[in-house]
């Protein structure tokens, strides 16, 4: 950060100071008059100085923002990109090159509305980004228009030689069937309770991992933390991708037997299972105590 010319001319007159008593000689700055050859030349010095920094100052302003805008080979970099798409069904929004950079010529954040991202190199220059948006505070699929927008967007800021994929499904659904043991006084609420905590829970996973995986310890302990909750036994989890069958889904849990402890996710994001007989409401079986 550029120092004024005060701050410059104090420094260049104590060094001087310094040095001259560093061969015998006293100098006594204060001593000198307004019209001091020296003391114009000092302060005439701190001028340029304070005028060189500030020029470097805003050079290299322009080289982090102009990086800052630059593609680079960073997933983050790529998921905050994403996080930036502006999409209008009325007032399409182009990418031009601004400053030797691909950006919108107006950024309008209300025209934000990838709200999650993930990003997987899938194979050496293939990058995989599945994404969502938001609709009544629950990750949804975008609209084929959306995506299309999208793919568009990545394709013009991305890196050249790399192949991006944009990838926004209907979310993955798990089917959990559990004995739930309660304290009887929470008979009139806990299955409601339950149950929507149930819904929440697998909404925050993704809140901050778009992409991760639900482990079945997670699962069970989010149900043993529920108030009223005295054991739980899961007893057969299965999760599946939104366009498969509900017998197609990858069973986890059989019989009280664990198969497999984590289930990752295809879209990126799950919701309860909604297959009519397999829903929470159907498969949690409440047992009071």
Request: overall charge negative; aromatic content about 10%.
């Amino acid at each position: 950060m550029a120092r004024t010319v005060a701050e410059i001319n104090s420094y260049i007159v104590d060094r001087w100071v310094e040095n001259a008593a560093s061969i015998g000689v006293t100098v006594n700055p204060d001593l000198w008059s307004k019209r001091n050859l020296l003391r114009l030349f000092i302060y005439s010095v701190a001028i340029g100085i304070s005028l060189l920094e500030q020029l470097m100052d805003e050079h290299e302003a322009r080289i982090e923002q102009t990086s800052d805008r630059s593609a680079a080979a960073s997933s983050l970099w790529l998921q905050q990109k994403m996080f930036e798409f502006q999409y209008s069904e009325t007032d399409p929004q182009f990418v031009s090159l601004i400053d030797d950079t691909p950006q919108y010529a107006v950024i309008d954040t209300s025209l934000r509305i990838i709200t999650a991202c993930s990003v997987t190199s899938v194979s050496n220059g293939d990058v995989t980004l599945k994404c969502a948006k938001t609709v009544n505070g629950a990750f949804a699929a975008l609209a084929i228009n959306e995506k299309s927008s999208a793919q568009g967007y990545v394709d013009t800021i991305g890196t050249a030689g790399i192949d991006y994929t944009v990838e926004s499904k209907n979310p993955d659904q798990l089917y959990v069937d559990v004995d739930l043991y309660f304290q009887g006084q929470f008979s009139a609420t806990i299955k409601a309770a339950t149950i929507s905590a149930y819904a929440s829970w697998l909404q925050q996973q993704f809140v901050t991992k778009f992409g991760g995986q639900i482990k079945m310890s997670d699962l069970e302990g989010m149900f043993r933390n529920i108030p009223g909750m005295n054991d739980v036994v899961l007893k057969n989890v299965r999760g599946r991708k939104d366009s498969d069958a509900f017998e197609s889904g990858i069973v986890l849990i059989n019989n009280e037997t664990l198969i497999f402890r984590q289930y990752n996710s295809d879209a990126g994001y799950v919701v309860p299972e909604t297959t009519i007989g397999m829903t929470p409401d159907d498969s949690f079986n409440f047992i009071s105590e």
